[in-house]
């Protein structure tokens, strides 16, 4: 099975920050990369595919990068509605693992 | 528009099975793998496994081969994930959700609501 590894697993941040979140793969997964946003248990959400196409509605203050085993998910300006869990998933083969979460909290 | 409506919550003994269900509406329902994921109490998530409409066949994550079943009933467009032998460790809410249309990656842009089961004597 392919290992995920986001990191940090938490980080706290204000408004109006930029935040960066890595996931990296146990092997290459090529771009087949995508990133949810959970809060407070209710179903996850997609936000990236592909490892940087939006997914449609999201803000385009979201952005996504990488390819191979290392992957960033970007906020450029946190907003108030952005705290939350995110994790990363790869969809290059069964099983389609997750990786570990990271949960963005208030500064 | 897409929806995955999901069965109630569940509480189930320790040894028994558990068989949560999934109805989808707002499109080809045979077009589309659905997926199943859990979330233990606190914890990320898992994926469990995968089930084509159109065909029946099932893809299973190898920790729950043997004590995992993914069916569907393509008349009233339903996908089911019925699941033996439960264990404390398998108190989680259970999602299903939607893959993209005709290939098996589990890129998941619509999902179920969650069905909580809790395991316990």
């Known amino acids: 099975d392919i290992q995920m590894t986001q990191s940090p697993s938490s980080l706290s941040a204000s408004v109006g920050d930029r935040v960066t979140i890595t996931c990296r793969a146990s092997q290459s997964i090529s771009s087949s990369l995508n990133w949810y946003q959970q809060k407070s248990e209710k179903a996850p959400k997609l936000l990236i595919y592909t490892a940087s196409t939006l997914e449609s509605g999201v803000p385009s203050r979201f952005s996504g990068s990488g390819s191979g085993t290392d992957f960033i998910l970007t906020i450029s300006s946190l907003q108030p509605e952005d705290f939350a869990t995110y994790y990363c998933?790869?969809?290059?083969?069964?099983?389609?693992?997750f990786g570990g979460g990271t949960k963005v909290e208030i500064k | 528009q897409v929806q995955l409506v999901q069965s109630g919550a569940e509480v189930k003994k320790p040894g028994a099975s558990v068989k949560v269900s999934c109805k989808a509406s707002g499109y080809t329902f045979t077009n589309y793998y659905m997926h199943w994921v859990r979330q233990a109490p606190g914890q990320g998530l898992e994926w469990m496994g995968r089930?084509?409409?159109?065909?029946?066949?099932?893809t299973y994550a190898q920790k729950f081969q043997g004590r995992v079943a993914m069916t569907r009933d393509t008349s009233i467009s339903v996908v089911y994930m019925e699941l033996s032998s439960l264990g404390s460790d398998d108190t989680a809410i259970y999602y299903c959700?939607?893959?993209?249309?005709?290939?098996?990656?589990?890129?998941?842009?619509?999902w179920g609501q969650g069905t909580l089961v809790s395991v316990s004597s």
């Open positions: 998933q790869q969809s290059y083969s069964t099983p389609d693992t």
């Open positions: 089930i084509n409409p159109k065909s029946g066949g099932a």
């Open positions: 959700a939607r893959g993209p249309t005709g290939v098996v990656a589990a890129t998941l842009g619509y």
